[in-house]
């Protein structure tokens, strides 16, 4: 059975940092793209970054470009999040998913596992 398990979401004050991973069993993902989203109450969901197969291209929303970094570990099956200078606006459930290719992409169809998402709430 394929999972993603996200973790490290919590509570952190305006300007903090949390990383969040998302460890995949069940098969390897180490030639699939990796990507974050996030949905925040009342909104759709949305993407955040994106990584490829080999972690040498990312691409990130303008909303947290130069504040978020998306990394992977292959030999771990294991993607990460790091998040610094969080703002309130950030607060969503946030989710990891494997891509249906090497390439990364910005669309939620490009992506076919997902996890079940770690809550950020960020306050001010």
């Known amino acids: 059975q394929v999972q993603l398990v996200e973790s490290g979401g919590g509570l952190v004050q305006a300007g903090g940092s949390l990383r969040l991973s998302c460890a995949a069993s069940g098969r390897t993902f180490s030639r699939n793209a990796m990507g974050w989203f996030r949905q925040a109450p009342g909104k759709e969901r949305e993407y955040v970054a994106a990584?490829?197969?080999?972690?040498?291209?990312?691409y990130y929303a303008d909303f947290v470009r130069g504040r978020f970094t998306i990394s992977r570990d292959n030999a771990k099956n294991t993607v990460y999040l790091q998040m610094n200078s969080l703002k309130p606006e950030d607060t969503a459930v946030y989710y990891c998913?494997?891509?249906?290719?090497?390439?990364?992409?910005?669309?939620?169809?490009?992506?076919?596992?997902w996890g079940q998402g770690t809550q950020v709430i960020v306050s001010s």
């Open positions: 998913a494997a891509g249906t290719t090497a390439v990364p992409g910005t669309g939620a169809y490009q992506y076919d596992y």
């Open positions: 990584i490829s197969w080999s972690g040498g291209i990312t």
